[in-house]
């Protein structure tokens, strides 16, 4: 396994492992890699013959008030956990490599970047999309995996994959759980064990909307509702939003008529988690 620190050395160890029209999947990650990261990086190895993974903070999707500086970093931990997993380079920049000063130049995907998180996380969506067309730029992979969990953040970069015509497969893996329901997150880890708890109610909200559609509610207004109240079962849990959308225009749908997402972020104590579910009729 190589770990590159420079464009100019992922290029080239790309490059290099590339030859013989090889695929190359990427994994981008911010780090403190936990088994739903480790899941993208088996799907890229089943569908792949060599697998990039990124380990990069960026600060370009955090807000002035966000959790950028404390945000948590095990790098020697997760190289070890990629290495174990075979994968091929690591590529862990700098800020000042990816963004170099005086760097004036963004990517912005209109309409999809101001809903959902981007309404809440102004800009976060801008950081996002810059770093991975960046990614994409430097790395040029064949297929880049990203979890389910960041529905919202799929549906934007796909939407700037076919605007923007990059030449890569996007694929969307499932959302990795503990056996309690509580979706895998890096920021799990701010949680205490009376926040731990209190944050399985977002997967139990998400549960009781999908077992009630089952059982024959069509009203995607009292769906939300329900939503709602299952969060408000606990106090100390403050929603952001629960939003019941198209999961490729992230519009709001009036019925559960084909493929829709149920999307939810609720602040457990000062952390803010999200999770989501998608429902057929």
């Not at 020697?76 to 005086?102: H, R, T």
């Not at 809903?115 to 430097?138: M, N, Q, W």
């Not at 994959?161 to 503990?178: G, K, T, Y």
Request: hydrophobic residues 45%; neutral net charge.
């Amino acid at each position: 396994m190589k770990v590159c620190r420079t464009i100019a050395d992922v290029r080239a160890g790309c490059r290099e492992l590339r030859a013989g029209s090889k695929l190359v999947g990427l994994v981008p990650t911010m780090g403190a890699l936990h088994e739903g990261h480790l899941s993208l990086v088996r799907a890229a190895k089943a569908k792949s013959d060599v697998v990039v993974a990124s380990i990069f903070v960026n600060p370009t999707q955090f807000g002035p008030s966000e959790d950028f500086a404390k945000y948590p970093r095990t790098f020697d931990a997760d190289c070890a956990a990629l290495e174990k997993e075979a994968v091929d380079i690591i590529f862990a920049p700098a800020v000042e490599e990816m963004y170099p000063p005086g760097e004036s130049t963004w990517v912005t995907v209109e309409g999809l970047s101001e809903k959902l998180d981007g309404l809440s996380r102004p800009g976060h969506f801008r950081g996002v999309t810059t770093i991975v067309a960046k990614l994409f730029h430097v790395i040029e992979p064949d297929l880049a995996f990203f979890g389910q969990k960041d529905a919202a953040q799929i549906a934007i970069i796909r939407r700037m994959v076919r605007d923007l015509n990059f030449r890569v497969e996007i694929v969307a893996c499932p959302i990795v759980r503990e056996p309690d329901g509580l979706a895998l997150s890096s920021r799990n880890a701010y949680l205490n064990s009376e926040d731990r708890r209190r944050a399985l109610v977002l997967s139990r909200s998400l549960g009781e909307v999908e077992k009630t559609l089952r059982a024959g509610e069509q009203s995607v207004k009292r769906l939300a509702q329900l939503g709602r109240s299952v969060i408000a079962q606990e106090p100390e849990v403050h929603l952001d939003y629960i939003a019941i959308v198209d999961p490729d225009t992230l519009e709001p749908v009036e019925a559960i008529s084909r493929r829709t997402l149920v999307a939810v972020a609720a602040y457990v104590g000062s952390t803010r988690l999200i999770d989501n579910v998608v429902l057929s009729p």
